[in-house]
């Protein structure tokens, strides 16, 4: 019983602890990161646009010309992570450059130069995906299940 | 002699004292607060070494080596030496011992080790089992991120209430003596887990435990807070700084006039690192190149020094259980 009772004190402890903690904690800057996620994302779409229609400008077809900016998209992400400037964006932009397909670059590659001290096998090509490999599992089977769904309706 | 007092405390019949300190810090570190005090500041992250774990070893060898040259004596002369990091199986602390070449324990108490080691290192000098024990303690800001959270090149947005993981070691000289700041008692901390699970939210998971330390401290030795000059907690930021003297105003107690956390006083606040500073060499870092000489100099005459480690791993924190937390405290007087 005595235990029991102890279980409950600590548990009310810590659930007003928590709101303590709430109360205390900084709120995030919601306003100031919408702003910047909204340029930085919207800047990395318009740089984006500007490679598609280059590409078309040389008379790519339309899907040709997609898979070309995103070649270019993810050269640049890569790159710009290898710089070290790519996590200063993102702490800023927060969102903003992680959606866009150069915030998946920045995924792996990130993981990559990190690990590149433990070996090119169990370094590099192991640990290359920890950030973007739930993303490729869950991706693909959303894909499967949608393409089972649109292949049942149609 | 019984040198117990109370339920966790002791109190040293023939206090050690703290011959000497040395503080080396990175680039970040040396242009904070502290700048200027540190023994030595490095210019980048890894300090000529191609990966940054050798990195941490080097600086907890190169505190070591300060520290020992600074107290008058040789690597010889030290009987024991107490150490611990972050990482792994204590990775850093075991390759810096490796040079040294003199007996160790490792201690892991993740960011309360620095308080833990000294603890220890006073309770074998008072029992007469050596001389001169030196205890040491190393973080480094890289080498902690890849381990615990995510790879330093990843473009995610850190929360407001995150700490910034410490670069530096630190190393204190101490042995049997009259001349210098003496340990007088210490409290041995209990595991505080008040069910905070976010590990983003360190300062606030072990803000408890600082406070059942200090208040068990109070108990055991008869002491008021207000008996010390200062007391110091490790690496809380400022948002356990601020719950630390919120849960003392809720037992009857205003701490807020001697009061201080080591992870306030190691970054400015435009260096953009959120709630201030954490890890192992936070507070040993503050406690090495600002508390010591200030000790020393007599402008600080008792301090409660309080040590604060949340002993989480990723695994624990992946499966969803709350932080473990634990505090350790050394009165240190002149």
């Given at each position: 019983m005595v235990s029991m009772d102890g279980k409950r004190e600590e548990q009310t402890f810590n659930e007003q602890y928590q709101?303590?903690?709430?109360?205390?904690?900084?709120?995030?800057?919601?306003?100031?990161?919408?702003?910047?996620?909204f340029f930085i994302g919207g800047l990395i779409c318009t740089i984006g646009q500007v490679f598609q229609n280059y590409f078309i400008g040389l008379s790519l077809t339309k899907?040709?010309?997609?898979?070309a900016t995103s070649a270019v998209m993810i050269f640049l992400g890569a790159f710009f992570t290898g710089l070290g400037v790519?996590?200063?964006l993102g702490q800023?932009?927060?969102a903003g450059s992680v959606v866009p397909i150069t915030g998946f670059a920045n995924s792996i590659v990130a993981p990559a130069m990190e690990f590149k001290r433990e070996g090119y096998v169990f370094g590099i090509g192991a640990k290359?995906?920890?950030i973007a490999g739930p993303v490729i599992v869950y991706g693909l089977i959303t894909a499967v299940v949608s393409g089972f769904i649109y292949w049942l309706l149609r | 002699m019984n040198k117990?007092?109370?339920?966790?405390?002791?109190v040293f019949s023939i206090p050690p004292i703290l011959k000497a300190t040395a503080a080396i810090a990175g680039p970040m570190e040396g242009e904070g607060l502290l700048a200027g005090y540190y023994d030595q500041v490095m210019e980048d992250d890894l300090a000529g070494y191609d990966n940054w774990e050798k990195c941490e070893s080097y600086m907890m060898e190169q505190a070591v080596t300060t520290a020992v040259k600074k107290s008058g004596h040789f690597m010889m002369d030290i009987d024991f030496l107490l150490a611990g990091d972050l990482l792994n199986q204590l990775i850093a602390t075991n390759f810096a011992m490796r040079s040294l070449g003199r007996p160790y324990l490792g201690l892991y108490g993740a960011c309360s080790t620095m308080a833990e080691s000294l603890m220890i290192g006073a309770m074998l000098l008072d029992g007469g089992f050596g001389n001169k024990v030196v205890a040491t303690v190393s973080s480094h800001h890289n080498t902690a991120e890849r381990q615990y959270r995510y790879p330093t090149e990843l473009g995610v947005q850190r929360p407001l209430v995150a700490q910034w993981t410490v670069t530096a070691a630190g190393a204190v000289v101490m042995e049997n003596g009259t001349d210098g700041p003496k340990v007088t008692a210490a409290t041995i901390g209990k595991i505080i887990d008040a069910g905070i699970k976010d590990p983003n939210t360190m300062g606030p998971a072990m803000a408890p435990a600082a406070v059942d330390t200090i208040w068990q401290h109070i108990q055991d030795i008869g002491r008021e807070p207000a008996y010390y000059d200062m007391i110091y907690t490790g690496d809380l930021g400022k948002v356990g700084k601020e719950l630390v003297i919120r849960l003392f105003r809720e037992k009857g107690i205003d701490i807020s006039r001697n009061y201080e956390d080591c992870g306030c006083m190691i970054y400015r606040e435009d260096q953009d690192i959120h709630s201030g500073a954490s890890g192992c060499a936070s507070s040993a870092a503050v406690l090495c190149a600002y508390l010591y000489p200030?000790?020393?100099?007599?402008?600080?005459?008792?301090?409660?020094?309080?040590?604060t480690g949340s002993l989480h791993s990723q695994t624990s924190y992946q499966q969803k259980e709350s932080i473990p937390c634990i505090a350790h405290a050394i009165a240190v007087e002149v």
């Open positions: 709101r303590m903690v709430d109360e205390i904690k900084p709120k995030p800057t919601l306003m100031k990161n919408l702003i910047w996620a899907k040709e010309a997609a898979a790519y996590d200063e800023r932009a927060g290359m995906f920890v | 117990k007092r109370g339920q966790q405390s002791v200030q000790l020393a100099a007599g402008k600080l005459k008792k301090i409660l020094f309080v040590g």
